[in-house]
Protein backbone atom coordinates (compact mmCIF):
# COMPACT_ATOMS: atom_id res chain seq x y z
CA UNK A 1 0.00 0.00 0.00
CA UNK A 2 1.50 3.31 -0.92
CA UNK A 3 1.25 5.95 1.89
CA UNK A 4 -0.41 8.95 1.76
CA UNK A 5 0.46 12.06 3.63
CA UNK A 6 -1.34 15.22 4.39
CA UNK A 7 1.11 17.84 4.57
CA UNK A 8 -0.15 21.00 6.30
CA UNK A 9 1.33 24.61 6.24
CA UNK A 10 1.52 28.01 5.15
CA UNK A 11 2.32 29.06 1.76
CA UNK A 12 3.65 32.17 0.95
CA UNK A 13 2.81 34.98 0.79
CA UNK A 14 3.84 36.18 2.89
CA UNK A 15 7.50 35.17 2.49
CA UNK A 16 8.95 33.69 5.81
CA UNK A 17 11.33 31.31 6.10
CA UNK A 18 8.35 28.91 7.30
CA UNK A 19 6.59 29.45 4.34
CA UNK A 20 9.67 29.61 1.86
CA UNK A 21 10.28 26.09 3.49
CA UNK A 22 6.56 24.70 2.89
CA UNK A 23 6.81 25.67 -0.70
CA UNK A 24 9.95 23.65 -1.15
CA UNK A 25 8.46 20.92 0.35
CA UNK A 26 4.96 21.02 -1.60
CA UNK A 27 7.32 21.08 -4.73
CA UNK A 28 9.25 17.94 -4.04
CA UNK A 29 6.26 15.56 -2.11
CA UNK A 30 3.29 15.86 -4.98
CA UNK A 31 4.37 14.82 -7.91
CA UNK A 32 2.36 12.10 -8.10
CA UNK A 33 -0.88 13.85 -6.57
CA UNK A 34 -1.03 11.54 -4.16
CA UNK A 35 -0.31 13.19 -1.37
CA UNK A 36 -2.52 16.45 -0.13
CA UNK A 37 -1.38 19.93 0.58
CA UNK A 38 -3.41 22.34 2.63
CA UNK A 39 -1.70 25.70 2.59
CA UNK A 40 -3.09 27.39 6.35
CA UNK A 41 -2.79 30.34 4.80
CA UNK A 42 -4.48 29.94 1.29
CA UNK A 43 -7.40 33.07 1.87
CA UNK A 44 -6.90 36.82 2.03
CA UNK A 45 -9.51 36.84 5.13
CA UNK A 46 -7.93 35.23 8.04
CA UNK A 47 -11.39 34.47 9.76
CA UNK A 48 -11.82 31.48 5.79
CA UNK A 49 -8.24 30.66 6.91
CA UNK A 50 -9.29 29.75 11.03
CA UNK A 51 -12.60 27.84 9.33
CA UNK A 52 -10.59 25.67 7.01
CA UNK A 53 -8.47 25.10 9.88
CA UNK A 54 -10.98 23.90 12.86
CA UNK A 55 -13.85 21.94 10.83
CA UNK A 56 -12.76 21.45 7.06
CA UNK A 57 -9.13 19.47 7.80
CA UNK A 58 -10.57 17.61 10.80
CA UNK A 59 -13.44 16.68 8.94
CA UNK A 60 -10.47 15.59 6.40
CA UNK A 61 -8.61 13.73 8.31
CA UNK A 62 -11.47 12.09 10.23
CA UNK A 63 -12.89 10.76 6.95
CA UNK A 64 -9.55 10.27 4.69
CA UNK A 65 -7.25 7.50 4.65
CA UNK A 66 -4.24 8.96 4.86
CA UNK A 67 -1.56 7.69 7.24
CA UNK A 68 0.97 9.78 7.80
CA UNK A 69 0.36 14.16 8.65
CA UNK A 70 3.47 16.47 8.46
CA UNK A 71 2.80 19.41 10.65
CA UNK A 72 4.41 22.71 11.58
CA UNK A 73 3.86 22.86 15.07
CA UNK A 74 2.55 25.98 16.45
CA UNK A 75 4.75 28.29 19.38
CA UNK A 76 1.62 29.78 20.43
CA UNK A 77 -1.40 29.11 22.60
CA UNK A 78 -4.10 30.59 19.49
CA UNK A 79 -1.85 28.57 17.03
CA UNK A 80 -1.91 25.37 19.14
CA UNK A 81 -5.75 25.88 19.92
CA UNK A 82 -6.17 26.24 15.76
CA UNK A 83 -4.13 22.72 15.51
CA UNK A 84 -5.46 20.94 18.35
CA UNK A 85 -9.00 19.28 16.72
CA UNK A 86 -6.65 17.91 13.55
CA UNK A 87 -3.95 16.91 15.71
CA UNK A 88 -6.43 15.21 18.60
CA UNK A 89 -8.04 13.50 15.74
CA UNK A 90 -5.04 12.18 14.01
CA UNK A 91 -3.99 11.30 17.67
CA UNK A 92 -7.35 8.96 18.11
CA UNK A 93 -7.15 7.69 14.41
CA UNK A 94 -3.64 6.62 15.36
CA UNK A 95 -2.18 8.68 12.45
CA UNK A 96 1.66 8.89 11.73
CA UNK A 97 2.57 12.67 13.14
CA UNK A 98 6.05 14.56 11.92
CA UNK A 99 6.28 17.88 13.25
CA UNK A 100 8.60 20.35 11.57
CA UNK A 101 10.02 23.41 14.41
CA UNK A 102 10.46 26.22 12.81
CA UNK A 103 11.77 28.22 15.70
CA UNK A 104 13.70 27.67 18.35
CA UNK A 105 10.98 28.65 21.37
CA UNK A 106 8.80 25.91 21.77
CA UNK A 107 10.44 24.64 25.06
CA UNK A 108 9.32 28.17 26.86
CA UNK A 109 6.01 27.97 24.89
CA UNK A 110 5.47 24.42 26.57
CA UNK A 111 6.57 26.05 29.76
CA UNK A 112 4.37 28.83 29.68
CA UNK A 113 1.46 27.21 28.63
CA UNK A 114 -0.62 27.43 31.65
CA UNK A 115 -3.94 25.36 31.69
CA UNK A 116 -3.23 24.36 28.03
CA UNK A 117 0.55 22.59 29.20
CA UNK A 118 -1.77 19.05 30.05
CA UNK A 119 -3.15 19.24 26.54
CA UNK A 120 -0.49 20.15 24.78
CA UNK A 121 1.87 16.74 26.21
CA UNK A 122 -0.95 14.44 25.46
CA UNK A 123 -0.36 15.98 21.96
CA UNK A 124 3.11 16.07 21.24
CA UNK A 125 3.41 12.82 23.80
CA UNK A 126 2.04 11.03 19.82
CA UNK A 127 3.98 13.01 18.05
CA UNK A 128 6.62 10.69 15.95
CA UNK A 129 9.42 12.14 15.14
CA UNK A 130 10.56 15.87 14.51
CA UNK A 131 12.51 17.72 12.52
CA UNK A 132 14.73 20.29 13.69
CA UNK A 133 16.57 22.84 11.76
CA UNK A 134 19.68 22.22 13.71
CA UNK A 135 21.18 19.61 16.27
CA UNK A 136 21.10 22.12 18.78
CA UNK A 137 17.64 22.65 18.06
CA UNK A 138 16.68 19.09 19.75
CA UNK A 139 16.76 20.36 23.12
CA UNK A 140 12.81 22.44 22.73
CA UNK A 141 11.43 18.73 22.81
CA UNK A 142 13.71 17.18 25.74
CA UNK A 143 10.08 16.93 27.54
CA UNK A 144 9.27 14.61 24.48
CA UNK A 145 12.25 12.27 23.89
CA UNK A 146 10.22 9.91 21.87
CA UNK A 147 9.77 12.34 18.97
CA UNK A 148 14.07 13.43 18.53
CA UNK A 149 15.56 10.96 16.57
Not at 22 to 51: A, P
Not at 125 to 141: A, G, P, R, W, Y
Amino acid sequence: MLKKIIFIGDLPPPITGQSVAFSYIKEIVNIDGRNLIINTQKYKIQLFNYFQTLTILPLTILFSSYNTIYFIGSRSKLGFLRQLPFLAIAVLKRIRLINHLHGADFKEFHKKAGILKSIIESIYNNVDTSIVLLEEMKDQFIAFPKMIL
